[in-house]
């Protein structure tokens, strides 16, 4: 094949140690620097950390989900893939997997989006003249700039993406390390009166808590977006996915200890640059702008990362013929899909001009609704349908971590905030009534219900 001519598949260029620096980059990136004061908020005292444990637990079980899934079907797309033969390629499948590309037409772009605020949020502790409407254009361009830095081969990216990584695990191991000298139980422990009184609001706080907690863990799972593109996918995937949630779960627990070590959680909860101010107080105003400027390094890195497997999906499911064509389209030269890549971009530009409270709820609950809980129930249905499927790694305890695992998605549903559950409904509603339409065109499912 000459370079004239369109690459016919991508390559397989990312080992294990790419493929967990991508993971770990996804998952850290400018998350808990821009959540952890929601996150206190939601309960209203350091109580709020049961939230880390209790997202960390339904994080890994689900992670032994995507390992088992992502191993056994290592193709582009993940999800995508998944639930398209989970639920039979052509009955419900070929409807749940055009909602999955749906969604990631929606949901893609507002996880770029909270980055991208993130980004422009800590860009204001460096520049406190830069206003409002500043901070929302300088988030609004910053998708635009990672569509031309990721416009170029894959083997170059993965190269790229240990670079990143070791800005994102210094940023995280500075905060550690400064605080473990001041680490106080008095003020880790200062919980508010009645902080463990078990009633509806205490069920209803925790459920929020944990929705901050899984915005940030998400991405332990980006890898098997970028299956076609990972050496050995059996053993890669199953090692990135797993690693990166135990490693990036320990380091989340030892942020917040010492964040609120230093900042009481009174203060914490108020905090735009909590990270920023923190090592302000303990090294000084120039440890401080340097920390920001490295949080700047850490937001870019995992908005890199995100868009880059995001795009990989809507090029999946065109080649499958379930999604618009234009979309399979490869880069001549490069090999990577780069119709996805700009349009996740641009619209990812025009949601970063939105509110990071609502951008995250919407965001989580559009996932939970239409990929990740019936992905879950579908990991079930596809130990029944194939049971001599080659799957060169088996769920840990089956079947406990996928039970846990669906009962953690509803609940994380049940107490999400009702802006976010109409926007989900929406997608879905919407969603669905596009399939329905083209399908009826078409003479697929559920119209030609015959088909086996």
């Not at 369109?6 to 993971?23: D, H, I, N, V, W």
């Not at 908020?41 to 899934?69: H, I, K, N, R, Y």
């Not at 409002?132 to 083997?155: D, H, K, S």
């Not at 993406?161 to 500075?174: A, E, H």
Request: hydrophobic residues 55%; proline residues 7%.
């Amino acid at each position: 094949m000459t370079l004239a001519n369109p690459p016919s598949q991508l390559r397989r260029e990312l080992g294990l140690l790419q493929a967990t620096a991508l993971a770990i980059t996804d998952m850290v990136g400018i998350g808990p620097y821009i959540t952890i004061p929601l996150f206190l908020a939601t309960m209203g005292g350091p109580q709020a950390m049961l939230g880390w444990l209790v997202g960390a637990l339904l994080a890994f079980c689900d992670g032994l989900v995507w390992s088992e899934l992502g191993a056994a079907l290592p193709k582009a797309g993940g999800s995508y893939n998944y639930l398209r033969e989970a639920y039979g390629p052509h009955r419900m499948g070929r409807w749940l997997s055009f909602l999955m590309v749906w969604q990631i037409m929606f949901s893609a772009p507002l996880s770029v989006a909270s980055g991208s605020i993130g980004f422009a949020g800590y860009l204001r502790f460096l520049l406190p003249h830069l206003g409002p409407w500043g901070v929302r254009l300088v988030a609004a361009a910053f998708p635009l700039l990672l569509v031309v830095l990721l416009y170029r081969r894959i083997g170059t990216i993965g190269n790229l993406s240990l670079v990143l990584v070791t800005g994102v695990l210094g940023g995280c191991l500075w905060i550690v390390v400064a605080g473990l000298p001041h680490l106080s139980a008095a003020r880790l422990f200062d919980f508010p009166p009645q902080a463990f009184h078990l009633n509806w609001i205490f069920f209803a706080g925790l459920g929020h808590a944990t929705l901050y907690a899984l915005y940030d863990y998400f991405g332990y799972y980006n890898v098997c977006y970028l299956a076609e593109e990972i050496r050995d996918p059996g053993r890669t995937i199953p090692r990135a996915i797993l690693f990166s949630i135990l490693t990036v779960g320990v380091l989340y627990v030892l942020m917040t200890c010492s964040f609120l070590s230093v900042i009481p959680w009174r203060e914490a909860i108020h905090s735009p640059f909590i990270a920023s101010a923190y090592i302000e107080i303990l090294e000084g105003p120039t440890a401080g702008r340097l920390m920001t400027a490295l949080l700047l390094w850490i937001a870019f890195s995992s908005v890199f990362s995100l868009l880059l497997g995001y795009s990989r999906i809507p090029y999946a499911a065109a080649l499958d013929g379930n999604f618009f064509p234009i979309f399979g389209r490869l880069h001549p030269k490069g090999g990577f899909p780069y119709v996805s890549l700009i349009t996740l971009g641009v619209i990812a530009s025009v949601f970063s001009l939105g509110n990071l409270g609502e951008v995250i709820g919407s965001l989580i609950a559009t996932r939970v609704l239409i990929q990740y809980l019936p992905q879950t129930i579908g990991f079930f249905l596809l130990r029944a349908r194939a049971p001599d499927l080659a799957r060169p790694f088996r769920m840990w305890l089956y079947p406990v971590p996928g039970m846990i695992s669906v009962l953690g998605w509803i609940y994380v549903l049940g107490t999400a905030a009702r802006k976010s559950l109409i926007f989900a409904a929406a997608v879905f509603a919407i969603g669905t009534i596009a399939y329905m339409l083209r399908a009826r065109v078409r003479r697929e499912w559920p119209f030609q219900p015959s088909i086996q």
